[in-house]
């Protein structure tokens, strides 16, 4: 199961900080049992810089979360 967030901001960092707790709350919450495993992909704008990559890698081992970051071109 595949869940996006789709956000319009030009900064992916805003993006990954807007995205986050819609996400989370799509795939976590106990209204919203899921049986498939999940994926969770947040869809910006623009690619991540060095340092916005180094924070979703950091989301992703500390928190142990099937996140990752898509860019769509508009």
Same mark, same amino acid.
Do not use: M, T, W
């Given at each position: 199961?595949?869940?996006? !967030?789709?956000?319009? /901001?030009? !900064? ?5 900080? $807007?995205? #986050? %707790?819609? +996400?989370? !709350? ?9 049986? =498939?495993? +999940?994926? #969770?992909?947040?869809? %910006?704008?623009?690619? =991540?810089?060095?340092? /916005?990559?180094?924070? #979703?890698?950091? =989301?992703?081992?500390?928190?142990? $979360?099937? =996140? !990752? ?6």
């Amino acid at each position: 199961l595949i869940l996006f !967030e789709i956000k319009s /901001d030009l !900064e992916p960092r805003r993006v990954l900080r $807007l995205a #986050l %707790g819609q +996400i989370l !709350e799509y795939a976590f919450h106990p209204n919203h049992e899921h049986v =498939l495993p +999940i994926r #969770l992909v947040v869809v %910006g704008r623009c690619p =991540l810089n060095f340092a /916005d990559a180094k924070y #979703l890698q950091r =989301l992703q081992i500390d928190f142990s $979360l099937p =996140l !990752e970051y898509r860019v769509i071109v508009v």
